[in-house]
């Protein structure tokens, strides 16, 4: 079982890493020696989307549960601690210190009623 999902982890991550030459230019502009031909067509090209396929591997860092992608703002959200991490360029970024809180006015307004 373990062997099947790693292989599926392993398509998905596949389908969305770069193309081998996507790579190389990367590498170019990095060591400084990228033509200015190049850099324009980094503008045209879309920004990189985050895959919801990988939401079956994908588990809040903090209590280990399912993420739930949220397109409109383009983050992970874990509803039962009321936070989101925010996805940049397709990547998710895990860090608990990055995710920004969610649903604290409506846990005020809670608070409020009792």
Do not use: W
């Amino acid at each position: 079982m373990l062997s099947r999902a790693c292989g599926r982890l392993a398509s998905v991550l596949r389908r969305t890493l770069a193309p081998p030459s996507e790579v190389a230019r990367r590498r170019l502009h990095a060591s400084g020696s990228r033509p200015l031909a190049d850099r324009s067509e980094r503008a045209e090209e879309p920004p990189r989307t985050f895959d919801p396929a990988l939401l079956e591997f994908l588990v809040c860092p903090l209590s280990k549960k399912p993420l739930r992608y949220e397109a409109s703002t383009n983050e992970l959200i874990n509803e039962e601690l009321g936070i989101a991490y925010p996805i940049i360029d397709g990547i998710p970024n895990m860090i608990p210190q990055a995710a920004r809180m969610i649903h604290q006015s409506k846990k005020q307004e809670e608070m409020e009623q009792r």
